[in-house]
């Protein structure tokens, strides 16, 4: 066989490689909706631990709709700045309060951040109440054991220090604290466990709960705005951006809504 006839040969077997190859190359996967999930269309997203409910939904409802996986990771707000500080990755930025971000600013790491949540501080008892926990004061009586967030960790833990702080109780409720929590969801486990009569936590968190919560008086207590922020170091920040607009949307707010939270603004709580 001539050479001419050789090459025409090998170009004939090279085509004919091509193309079963391009008609067995697998395909992207697709979500429930048809849409391609790719790695690129997925976000990385720092949450504080007591949001995890309605951000569960919420990434649920927005993977649907975008087909963009929403990657979580869930815990108190000291340990996730540390996480983004270390890591200079990810895209969004949920902490437990507009202060939790003020480190994140001052650090160059927020982009933009809206205003999409309350979190209000109440006790948390015994089914019945039997320690009668009405104020502040009741939480620093003899007999009474107490559960509260690590103010060095969580937003609930820096709260229920501030507000007894201003109530010159704080010293006083020392001798009674048996648990100092990392994350504000384990305040729940160890009320549950019966291991404190009493607890300061975020109402939302009581809703469904066998444990009971009492109203903190007005005049003492805390409420805090829960804002929701893209990093800048993201490297979608469109992306991002549209997420956190989505957190923010009177859909993403009616999410939170359903799981017991009152949303920003409100009469009710003004800027808080």
């Known amino acids: 066989m001539s050479k001419n006839c050789w090459a ?3 170009m004939i077997a090279a085509l004919c490689f091509c193309m079963v190859c391009g008609c067995t190359s697998d395909a992207a996967p ?7 999930v790719t790695e690129e269309k997925s976000l990385i997203v720092y949450s504080g631990a007591g949001l995890r409910e309605p951000m569960d939904e919420i990434a649920q409802v927005y993977e649907e709709k975008t ?18 500080e270390l890591l200079h990755e990810g895209d969004c ?14 650090k160059g790491f927020i982009g933009e951040s809206e205003d999409v949540i309350y979190h209000v501080l109440a006790f948390a008892v015994q089914p019945g109440n039997p320690k009668n926990i009405t104020c502040l004061k009741d939480l620093t009586e003899d007999g009474v054991k107490v559960a509260i967030g690590e103010p060095t960790a969580n937003a609930v833990g820096k ?10 109780l704080w010293e ?3 001798d009674n604290v048996v648990v100092r929590s990392p994350t504000v969801n384990e305040l729940i486990v160890y009320m549950n466990m019966k291991q404190a009569d009493a607890s300061i936590i975020w109402e939302d968190l009581l809703g469904g709960s066998n444990i009971e ?6 005049e003492e207590g805390f409420i805090k705005v829960v804002p929701v922020a893209t ?15 989505f957190v923010a949307s009177d859909e993403g707010k009616a999410i939170f809504v359903k799981h017991g939270f009152e949303t920003y603004p409100s009469a009710k709580y003004g800027d808080a």
């Open 8 to 10: 025409f040969v090998a």
């Open 30 to 36: 697709a979500n429930d909706a048809g849409q391609i």
């Open 67 to 84: 087909g963009t996986v929403i990657k979580y990771t869930f815990a108190g707000s000291a340990q996730l700045l540390s996480q983004i």
């Open 93 to 106: 930025y949920m902490p437990g309060a507009r202060a939790d971000l003020d480190p994140a600013i001052e």
């Open 159 to 168: 709260a229920t220090k501030k507000i007894y702080d201003k109530a010159g």
């Open 172 to 174: 006083d409720l020392q």
């Open 213 to 218: 919560q009492v109203d903190i008086p007005q």
């Open 231 to 245: 990093l800048s170091f993201s490297k979608k920040p469109a992306e991002a951006k549209a997420f956190a607009d």
